[in-house]
């Protein structure tokens, strides 16, 4: 038997920073919203306090705050020649699994994104040809960076987030990111502070003729009263941050920034450990009815809404508009259909180097500290000469010096266990250091999502299955980033290098430089190429909407976090304020 709700004006799936900022938003407009969260509750005083969040086998090493493989997994295969497999194992994605999703467990890395990433096929036409398109699948977003700026420092605002602006209304401010979009303001709080290795690579890089910044945080460099009157604290700068959740309230988080709030509120509902396994269509299949859900007791239910919105991790996105049957499944044989469409994966190197006598002190660490180069990110840079667009932004960092995670961080030809080993680890854990390059990643006609045909989940449905691997563009842009991080490595006196560029190879989900997966339900202005308009409503019911990283056609050399947030502050104002005075699309065709 299936128990119906009473229905409400809007139920949101999933409770990460997607959902929560949406929930925020409608609530406060005086909707009344359900949120449903397939995982439990968690929060600062009793899940990770400071006597438990730096438990790093836990945490880091178990992986125990993201979703159990037995709850749910995917299937991978590189190409359709390939039969897909089911991953057995979390590495290159990261599902939350609690109140606050991903956002919980997060580093704290908090970019806007270039303005090129916005309009990346008009942008490379218009400088380079349409020759240079070829093989890659690009479309613009629909959006501009300029529309979406002060959605940007809205959720900037609710997260607290500390940098240095480089670009405040057009006027460039060295110490800053001179390459970002214009900004209408500083940021809520002032850059986090150097370290050793941050200092020595500022001062290298800006000799090489770069534009050196302190990377934005959702790690907050002093304490703050966000928007919604929630405090927050100051780093204290354990480290103990990606995988890990916040005792200090200093991290941006649902958590820290958001649930306080919303949690007080008459209008707001929300039901834990409950699955949504899909929205329900209306008899003229135009619009949907609400979802069918399942309790971690096996009792299915109904919850009836004026609104449907996805705000799931990025694939369980995708996932939902399959099984909703929402839309048409892509295609990439005829190159129709949208949804599974533009998939990918962050493109992303690593440096390791060794200084002899000179400490790091890796324990002083932050999930975002760092400073960065974005000289050769985006379209920063002339690539007439090149054989590839985009770029990556290259960083030294310090996130972490947590023991277990960095074992593997001592000179190459070293025996891996016994008294050498132990020597080893003693000697080069406080002097190794390294440099990230974080790229663009672009489309291609064979990466994409879709549901497998032969393996199911728990409730009998199917699993999603990925079907990617590196395009040649991607592949040829992370070998020249990765080239110059090895110039600044070397120049800077390291020795012993080490070099992980991950696209030197066909991908797999076990190894993980990123969990920055994106696509499969994008936005766009052309219903022929993108599952959802400008304000992630869905083309093919209009009372849906989908947001998340599943949004982005292409992924730019950032952490693709602020830029789920502004969406999601931007596809809530529409709701509220356009869309419940006159349902319907927000965009005609």
């Known amino acids: 038997m299936i128990k119906e709700r009473a229905k409400v004006d809007a139920v949101i799936c999933g409770l990460g920073w997607a959902g929560s900022v949406i929930a925020e938003e409608l609530t406060r407009a005086g909707l009344n919203v359900v949120a449903i969260e397939r995982g439990a509750w968690r929060d600062t005083s009793t899940d990770f306090p400071p006597a438990v969040d730096p438990d790093e086998l836990r945490w880091q090493t178990r992986r125990s705050m993201t979703q159990p493989m037995s709850v749910e997994t995917t299937t991978f295969r590189n190409h359709d020649g390939q039969k897909a497999a089911p991953v057995r194992n979390w590495n290159a994605y990261q599902f939350g699994w609690n109140v606050g999703g991903a956002g919980t467990h997060w580093a704290g890395m908090s970019w806007r994104f270039n303005p090129w990433d916005f309009e990346v096929k008009t942008k490379t036409i218009e400088r380079y040809g349409v020759e240079r398109t070829k093989g890659l699948q690009l479309q613009d977003w629909g959006v501009t960076y ?20 480089g670009n405040i209304q057009g006027q460039k401010i060295p110490g800053g990111n001179v390459f970002e979009g214009p900004r209408s303001r500083e940021y809520p709080t002032p850059e986090l502070q150097d370290t050793n290795w941050m200092s020595k690579y500022r001062k290298l890089t800006t000799e090489m003729g770069y534009h050196p910044f302190t990377i934005p945080a959702g790690n907050l460099s002093q304490a703050y009263v966000n928007p919604l009157g929630v405090t927050m604290g100051p ?18 988080s649902p958590q820290a920034c958001i649930l306080p709030a919303l949690m007080r509120r008459n209008n707001f509902t929300l039901l834990t450990e409950t699955e949504v396994l899909h929205a329900e269509k209306a008899e003229d299949g135009k619009t949907v009815t609400g979802v069918k859900f399942i309790t971690k007791d096996g ?130 854990y406080q002097n190794a250091a390294s440099i990230f390059c974080q790229g663009t990643s672009m489309p291609s ?7 497998d045909p032969e393996y199911k989940d728990r409730h009998g449905q199917p ?26 490595m070397k120049r ?15 991908w797999n989900p076990y190894k993980q ?9 994008v936005m766009g202005a052309d219903p022929k190429t993108s599952a959802l308009n400008p304000y992630l409503q869905s083309w093919d019911a209009h009372n849906l909407f989908v947001v998340g990283a599943s949004a982005f056609p292409n992924n730019g050399g950032f952490n693709p976090t602020l830029t789920v947030g502004a969406l999601a502050v931007r596809a809530a104002r529409a709701i509220h304020e356009t869309y419940v005075k006159n349902p319907g699309p927000l965009v005609e065709v």
């Open 146 to 165: 300029e529309e979406m700026e002060p959605y940007y420092d809205r959720f900037e605002r609710i997260a607290g987030t500390s940098g240095k602006a």
């Open 235 to 252: 780093c204290t700068y354990c480290g103990f941050c990606d995988f890990h959740g916040c005792g200090n309230f200093s991290k941006s």
């Open 299 to 428: 009792e299915q239910g109904f919850q009836p809404a004026d609104i449907v919105i996805f705000t799931a991790y990025q694939m369980d996105n995708v996932r939902l508009m399959l099984l909703s049957q929402v839309g048409e499944q892509y295609d990439p044989k005829t190159g129709k259909g949208t949804i599974g469409r533009n998939y990918s994966y962050q493109t992303c190197s690593s440096v390791t180097g060794f200084f002899d006598n000179e400490n790091m002190n890796p324990f002083i660490g932050a999930g975002a500290l760092g400073v960065q180069i974005d000289d050769f990110n985006a379209d920063n840079f002339d690539h007439s000469d090149l054989d590839f667009i985009g770029g990556a932004g290259i960083m030294a960092f310090n996130t972490n010096g947590r023991p277990i995670q960095n074992a593997d961080a001592i000179r190459p030809g070293t025996r891996r266990w016994g008294t050498e080993w132990k020597k080893a680890y003693a000697r080069d």
């Open 445 to 451: 006609p064979g990466a994409y999502l879709s549901l």
């Open 463 to 488: 699993l999603l299955r990925v079907t990617f691997d590196w395009n040649e563009n991607d592949k040829k842009m992370a070998k020249y980033a990765t080239e110059k991080a090895v110039e600044i």
């Open 492 to 506: 800077a006196g390291a020795k012993d290098i080490m070099v992980d560029n991950q696209a030197e190879a066909s």
């Open 513 to 521: 430089h990123s969990s920055h997966t994106i696509g499969g339900a």
